[in-house]
């Protein structure tokens, strides 16, 4: 059983940065993929990063590609999104989830998942 904490989201203005944490128990979090999804008022959940369990193989969205950063902790069990040159359009609830093995960008292959956090960019 892996349980996963969000933090990190709030207010912030269009072109600023937030890094969101997702905190998860449980021993065997080293042997997750991890992922990170959104889901904005309206729309279907969305894939937007994961990473593998060693950190070494990452994947993104096209619409956060070269603005958005996966990464993880694996010794304080933490997963982290660094967002940068932050759009309207990216104001979402951000979710993190787990799975055992790779990360995916299916969000139907993910086993546990987080709260979320709410990140809000103004124009």
């Known amino acids: 059983q892996v349980q996963l904490v969000e933090s990190g989201g709030e207010l912030v203005q269009a072109g600023g940065s937030l890094r969101l944490s997702c905190a998860a128990s449980?021993?065997?979090?080293?042997?997750?993929?991890m992922g990170w999804f959104r889901q904005a008022p309206g729309k279907e959940r969305e894939f937007v990063a994961h990473i593998n369990w060693g950190g070494g193989s990452t994947s993104y969205a096209d619409s956060v590609k070269g603005r958005f950063t996966i990464s993880r902790d694996n010794a304080k069990n933490t997963v982290y999104l660094q967002m940068n040159s932050l759009k309207p359009e990216d104001t979402a609830v951000y979710y993190c989830?787990?799975?055992?093995?790779?990360?995916?960008?299916?969000?139907?292959?993910?086993?546990?998942w987080g709260q979320g956090t709410q990140v809000t960019v103004s124009s």
């Open positions: 449980g021993r065997t979090f080293s042997s997750y993929g």
């Open positions: 989830a787990a799975r055992v093995g790779s990360g995916s960008s299916s969000y139907a292959a993910y086993t546990y």
